[in-house]
């Protein structure tokens, strides 16, 4: 079966710790995204990857870091900078043509900051 | 500013009612294309339609349907006959030239369909 997975489904960390959110995908796809959801919010879109080994900051990427080291992968990392992590994690992933291809969305990955 | 409204946190219907949720949108672009997508409670979105902005024509799909009016620039969804599973956040978002189909989502509306 074709889809994205992302590890784990829930994450508690402690504050001052970093932590890596895993995104794996089998589409074949060359763009991935992350992004963030709080409740009673829209999506907001951390980093993309167009390519692999290139990656840009979309609309709130400070506090967090990626890399694409393969097509398949695009692992989150969100750093003791973020001031407020805890948050809803969304990976995506479309063709290269972002503009009308639709990005299929992972699971998810909740968040916790103790 | 907030390219993508959608001005109605929250609707309830009873089954078997219908439901609109309205989506409005703002860009400079002549080239662009909308999206609806669907949250269960599971937590994934779900894809439920693409338009381009030179297709104005309706689109129904069993019980969705789509209405696309450049003029008002919205992008309303009906589900007709509600279920209970329609119970979703349902996002509204948008994709422009200049900025390479990066997706600017809607603050969603929850839809709760109760028996």
């Known amino acids: 079966d074709g889809g994205i997975t992302q590890s784990p489904k829930y994450l508690f960390r402690k504050e001052g710790q970093n932590v890596t959110l895993s995104c794996e995908q089998n589409?074949?796809?060359?763009?991935m995204y992350w992004y963030r959801q709080d409740p009673g919010q829209g999506l907001r879109l951390i980093y993309y990857?167009?390519?692999?080994?290139?990656?840009q900051k979309g609309d709130i990427a400070e506090g967090y870091s990626v890399s694409r080291e393969k097509k398949e992968s695009f692992p989150l990392t969100v750093t003791s900078a973020q001031k407020n992590p805890t948050a809803f994690y969304l990976c995506?992933?479309?063709?290269?043509?972002?503009?009308?291809?639709?990005?299929?969305f992972g699971p998810g990955t909740r968040l916790t900051v103790l | 500013a907030q390219k993508v409204t959608q001005a109605q946190t929250e609707i309830s219907v009873v089954e078997k009612e219908d439901v609109t949720l309205d989506c409005v949108y703002e860009?400079?672009?002549?080239?662009?294309?909308l999206f609806w997508y669907k949250q269960p409670p599971s937590g994934e979105l779900v894809f439920l339609i693409r338009?381009?902005?030179?297709?104005?024509q309706n689109e129904i799909s069993g019980r969705y349907s789509w209405n696309f009016q450049k003029s008002t620039s919205s992008f309303n969804f009906t589900i007709t006959a509600s279920q209970v599973v329609d119970s979703a956040v349902y996002f509204c978002?948008?994709?422009?030239?200049?900025?390479?189909?990066?997706?600017?989502f809607g603050a969603g509306t929850q839809v709760v369909v109760t028996p």
């Open positions: 995506a992933s479309s063709h290269r043509e972002g503009l009308y291809n639709e990005q299929f």
């Open positions: 990857s167009q390519i692999v080994n290139d990656f």
């Open positions: 589409l074949n796809h060359d763009a």
């Open positions: 860009t400079r672009d002549t080239t662009y294309y």
């Open positions: 978002a948008l994709s422009e030239t200049d900025s390479w189909g990066k997706l600017q």
């Open positions: 338009r381009n902005s030179f297709d104005e």
